[in-house]
């Protein structure tokens, strides 16, 4: 089943990978890119090789992913996600618990830190859990992503994509300076991903 | 003696012209190996990088054309199909389109796409002929307008238009080539028209890129390609007429005839390709498999423009000429 939807996600945009800062390797990391689209996910999936499909997990909301039968299925059996509660029910409940645990298995994140789409042109500022990650697990990689021209395939409201080639292009691994701060930690990695973004002609 | 060969069974032709083909390109790349064994200046060494792709491109090209064959005409319609798909998936990514195109696109890849090869399958020429041209052609506007963006309208509409017209409709006119049957000759005979016309089209442009190297004349528009000139373009369509006469044993017409429809694809293929580098330069990649551009196009289109140019006046003349329903 995984395959074939990789098969069906590479036929409609192509969804080539290019590896700049980094080969493709089984390391366990953490790609962050930025959001624009539904399909953001399956495009980075669909451009890993085959072999590391299986270790490298999306995060998905759990009211939303789970409240269909076919929903939970594609999430839970197809894409193996990490399901994470938008609403905090109690006060104690760290958010960002069902990561660390998938992390400290062993597994490779997809995150997009931006939190939700964008409208193309610029991302939005990261949100803090990249760096709450980041310093508690200092030995995983963290791998920039910009996703491009995904928007074209399916804008918002629609449901039928229409095939237009997309890339995904993964930068240089970054890591949590010593004496860094959140703040800077975060423009940083922003501005990592901003800078993978082809020049448009 | 090469009517001899035309009366080999049709099955013992295309032994022989696969054995031609794949010898060729064989002998190529062995004679390209033992050339690379030694040193070579840098500039050599791009022009040989270049030099291989399109060597590899020809592999795959001859390949796919066997496995064409022997799928038999619903495959090849298939296979063209596919290559359409691939062809205008890379225009697209390459033009204009805004948000508003979204339905229009979907058309594009979905409906009109599929039609286009099943009338072709079908073997309804009359409508498969117009069917772009007149009742796409009024479609697609129709769809634009209604997503209701005026910005750029006629710029977006007219690339949709065109990326149709060349990638789908150009295009299909290659397998419609397999299907055409002729009066008096055993059905399947078609396919050695594709052969012939792709055999042609090759030629045309290799002899094309050799003749432009080498024969350092005026080129006919400087802004476009420095290299083509009208010298090059008639050397080449007179190549393409030569091996459409050597090959004329495939096809059903007799060796005058051969040249002149070589003449014919092998010019159109030609021109269609400078016509292809123009839109290139408008949208400013070198070629459409070009690292700096967007996305990561393949390079397709670079590879079938040839083709796509070629294979409908190729078709059509050889309708009108022999009267073929």
């Known amino acids: 089943m995984g395959r074939l939807l990789a098969f069906i996600a590479r036929l409609i945009t192509g969804a080539q990978g290019h590896w700049k800062g980094c080969p493709p390797e089984a ?8 959001h624009q689209s539904h399909l953001d996910w399956v495009l980075i999936w669909a451009a890993l090789p085959g072999e590391l499909r299986a270790h490298t997990r999306p995060i998905a909301a759990r009211d939303y ?13 197809v894409f193996n996600a990490v399901y994470v509660n938008r609403q905090r029910t109690d006060e104690n409940d760290d958010p960002l618990e069902p990561l660390v645990q998938a992390l400290a298995a062993g597994d490779s994140l997809v995150i997009f830190p931006e939190g939700t789409r964008s409208h193309g042109g610029e991302p939005q500022a990261f949100k803090s859990g990249l760096f709450h990650l980041a310093r508690q697990f200092p030995q995983v990689q963290l791998v920039p992503a910009w996703i491009d021209n995904v928007q074209r395939v399916m804008p918002k409201g629609e449901v039928v994509p229409v095939p237009i080639l997309c890339t995904v292009t993964f930068g240089a691994p970054l890591s949590l300076g010593p004496e860094e701060d959140k703040r800077s930690f975060l423009e940083r990695a922003r501005a990592a991903v901003v800078a993978l973004r082809p020049l448009v002609l | 003696m090469l009517n001899v060969l035309r009366h080999l069974d049709a099955e013992q032709q295309v032994a022989l012209l696969f054995v031609i083909v794949f010898g060729v390109l064989l002998a190529v790349t062995v004679g390209d190996l033992l050339l690379n064994l030694q040193d070579r200046p840098p500039e050599w060494v791009k022009r040989h990088d270049r030099f291989q792709r399109d060597l590899r491109a020809m592999w795959i090209g001859a390949a796919l054309f066997w496995l064409a064959w022997i799928s038999g005409p619903v495959g090849a319609t298939l296979l063209f199909g596919i290559v359409s798909f691939l062809a205008l ?13 979204h339905r229009s ?5 979905f409906i009109v796409l599929p039609l286009q090869y099943v009338l072709v399958g079908n073997r309804n020429f009359d409508l498969f002929s117009v069917f772009i041209p ?4 009024f479609a697609i506007p129709v769809l634009g307008a209604l997503a209701g963006d005026p910005e750029r309208f ?15 409709y150009g295009l299909s006119h290659a397998p419609a080539l397999l299907l055409l049957s002729f009066p008096g000759e055993p059905s399947g005979r078609g396919a050695f028209l594709v052969f012939f016309l792709v055999i042609v089209a090759v030629v045309a442009q290799v002899v094309q890129e050799a003749a432009s190297r080498w024969l350092r004349h005026r080129p006919l528009a400087r802004q476009i390609s420095r290299s083509f000139s009208a010298r090059a373009w008639l050397l080449s369509a007179t190549a393409a007429g030569v091996a459409g006469a050597l090959f004329f044993w495939i096809t059903p017409f007799k060796i005058a005839q051969a040249l002149a429809m070589g003449l014919l694809a092998g010019g159109a293929g030609t021109l269609g390709e400078f016509v292809m580098k123009a839109l290139k330069k408008d949208v400013g990649v070198a070629y459409w498999g070009n690292q700096s551009a967007v996305t990561g196009a393949v390079g397709l289109l670079d590879r079938v423009a040839p083709l796509a140019f070629a294979a409908p006046v190729f078709f059509h003349s050889v309708r009108w000429y022999f009267k073929l329903a």
């Open chain 2, 154 to 168: 006629l710029e977006r509409n007219a690339s949709i238009q065109w990326g149709i017209m060349v990638c789908v």
């Open chain 2, 134 to 137: 007149v009742y796409v052609f």
């Open chain 2, 105 to 109: 696109l979907i058309a594009a890849f």
């Open chain 1, 65 to 77: 992913w789970t409240a269909s039968p076919f929903k939970h299925w594609l999430t839970r059996a």
């Open chain 2, 89 to 101: 998936r890379e225009f697209i990514t390459l033009s204009p389109t805004r948000r508003a195109d």
């Open chain 1, 27 to 34: 390391l366990q990391r953490i790609y962050f890119a930025n």
